[in-house]
């Protein structure tokens, strides 16, 4: 282009709210040129000023509404090109929209959450509907303890696909992101105290409260924001119970158990199924897209696991129910193809 223009603008898919600065422009000597941010839906805007020509790198992060985190980077040159100590931003390797480095700390935060919530809630839902027994009791312990543990990981996951820097930081709490992390850890302490009570009901209301503000921070449907939302919150719910539940009935076996899993996997693959058709969209895309063949190693590891539990092999089911949850990790921190 022939000379600077006075305002950049970035479209995104869905509305979104800046991270930090929002946008950077660094000019070919290094200064940032960048003005302050505006967010409109999905419209990102700052207006630059500079005298300088040659190229100039544009770096921006943002969380989406669903509160998942993305950044990238472009140059741009006025006049001829030239170099740029900000050149190595546009050669950072992403994940979808993450860093390496933050998918890993994302999905693992998500791995350690629905493990926490699987020992919390469905273990407490197998002992609303079988005899009183203390010894599954450490396991919901166990899960309030990792429920707590995945939010400062999944922290760290936002901030390392952004930036650590204090604004960033600021910008993340300050968020839908930080809210609902805010939410799920007032859930785990609540359950925590509720252990004193006698009833499992209550724990089993925070846990329906906690599959909900699931729903809230994983991906919206388009145009079905609110349907996107209950589905999850219930996929949620649903494989925490079986999950939860096979995990009480290792330490306290009830002959009830196979009527009790069978009603949760039915309703966890029902709704796993209506979110994976809303997500993928064209059947091509299963193969294709990251995100569609991550689900198709979910799919595949869910099918062993019924296959180990026709044979009634309880251990082994419950090992690859964990790595049906880490399967359902790595799709919740991918983006779905658009």
Not at 14 to 33: D, L, M, N
Not at 263 to 281: E, K, N, Q, R, Y
Request: charged share 10%; glycine share 10%.
């Amino acid at each position: 282009m022939a000379e600077l223009p006075p305002v950049v603008e970035l479209v995104f898919s869905e509305p979104v709210s800046p991270a930090g600065a929002g946008i950077k422009v660094f000019g070919p000597s290094g200064h940032q040129v960048a003005g302050q941010v505006t967010s409109r839906g999905r419209v990102l805007s700052a207006p630059i000023s500079s005298t300088e020509t040659g190229t100039f790198v544009l770096s921006w992060q943002v969380l989406a509404a669903d509160t998942h985190p993305s950044r990238g980077a472009f140059r741009f040159s006025v006049g001829h090109p030239s170099a740029n100590p900000y050149s190595y931003l546009l050669a950072s390797g992403e994940i979808g929209t993450a860093t390496p480095f933050g998918f890993v700390l994302q999905a693992l935060s998500r791995w350690v959450h629905f493990v926490g919530f699987a020992l919390a809630f469905g273990v407490t839902g197998y002992q609303a509907l079988t005899p009183r027994n203390d010894r599954p009791r450490r396991l919901i312990k166990a899960g309030v303890i990792l429920l707590i543990a995945a939010e400062p990981l999944a922290l760290l996951g936002q901030l390392a696909s952004l930036s650590f820097d204090g604004d960033t930081a600021i910008a993340v709490l300050a968020s839908g992101f930080g809210r609902l992390l805010a939410l799920r850890l007032a859930g785990a302490l609540l359950v925590w105290a509720l252990l004193a009570l006698e009833s499992p009901w209550p724990v089993l209301g925070v846990g329906a409260a906690v599959a909900v503000i699931d729903g809230a921070s994983a991906h919206a449907i388009p145009g079905l924001p609110a349907a996107g939302l209950l589905l999850v919150a219930v996929h949620v719910a649903a494989t925490g119970l079986w999950v939860g539940g096979l995990a009480a009935y290792l330490t306290d076996p009830d002959n009830r158990f196979g009527r009790y899993a069978a009603v949760s996997f039915a309703v966890a693959v029902v709704t796993g199924l209506l979110l994976a058709v809303a997500h993928i969209g064209a059947l091509h895309a299963l193969m294709t897209a990251v995100y569609g063949q991550a689900l198709i190693v979910k799919v595949l590891v869910i099918g062993a696991a019924v296959a180990v539990a026709v044979l009634r092999r309880r251990r082994i089911e419950f090992g690859l129910l964990l790595a049906v949850i880490a399967a359902a990790a790595v799709v919740a921190a991918l983006p779905p193809p658009r």
